[in-house]
């Protein structure tokens, strides 16, 4: 079955750091770029970055240029993000999500995972 | 970075009517222009992508116009499952961008 798998929720408290991950399977990873979304609670969708999964490299946004960082374990299919610094702010769910095509992100994302719950509270 | 603006932000029609839902971009984006569908609790799932193609397994009713800064996504005859919020997604370059969204709402 052809599908992202994420980790589950997380609470922790200002200051610390979150690492989300994103399991694919029914598909090769290193054939698409995968992006990361958050949505905090009642709004709307946020997009984060993108990692190759192939090279490893990666492009964010610039909010989370200095805190955000998506690695890959291609041996297990799985991507990760961490957020360090946390902040109430960042109070959200995740997502992580496939580019629809080898392009990168030309047309858009195809299959999400579940989405990762994550709380900043102190 | 690119702004995405849609209206409205949110609607309210009945289950036949068509709907329609605007998206404007800040700057020419051709026709990199991607629309999804979320449903409370659930992720986004993608219904159109490069402004008017239609994704694999959703409904024809379904349908996407536009290029350079004017799109539009058309819902013919609304379905029960069709309440939702839609969003739409600029992937011409990055930062990619979303717009704020809007929600269609039973009347």
């Known amino acids: 079955q052809v599908q992202l798998v994420q980790s589950g929720g997380e609470v922790k408290k200002p200051g610390a750091s979150v690492k989300v991950s994103c399991e694919a399977s029914g598909f090769t990873l290193t054939n698409y770029y995968l992006h990361w979304v958050r949505q905090a609670p009642g709004q709307g969708l946020e997009w984060m970055g993108v990692?190759?999964?192939?090279?490893?490299?990666?492009t964010y946004t610039q909010k989370f240029q200095a805190r955000g960082a998506m690695t890959r374990d291609t041996s297990t299919s799985t991507v990760y993000f961490q957020l360090s610094s946390l902040r109430s702010e960042d109070t959200a769910v995740y997502f992580c999500?496939?580019?629809?095509?080898?392009?990168?992100?030309?047309?858009?994302?195809?299959?999400w995972g579940q989405g990762t719950m994550v709380t900043v509270s102190s | 970075d690119i702004q995405m603006t849609q209206s409205p932000s949110s609607l309210s029609a009945s289950v036949g009517d068509r709907v329609t839902i605007s998206c404007r971009a800040s700057?020419?984006?051709?026709?990199?222009l991607n629309w999804y569908q979320q449903k409370p609790g659930r992720a986004p799932k993608l219904l159109i992508y490069?402004?008017?193609s239609v994704q694999s397994g959703v409904p024809s009713r379904f349908s996407g116009s536009g290029s350079g800064t004017d799109f539009t996504l058309i819902i013919r005859n609304l379905q029960p499952e069709d309440f939702a919020s839609y969003y739409c997604q600029q992937s011409y370059n990055t930062p990619l961008t979303f717009g704020g969204g809007t929600k269609v709402e039973i009347k």
């Open positions: 700057q020419s984006i051709s026709t990199y």
């Open positions: 999500a496939r580019a629809t095509d080898t392009s990168g992100w030309a047309v858009g994302f195809d299959l």
């Open positions: 990692i190759d999964p192939t090279a490893g490299t990666t």
């Open positions: 490069a402004a008017s």
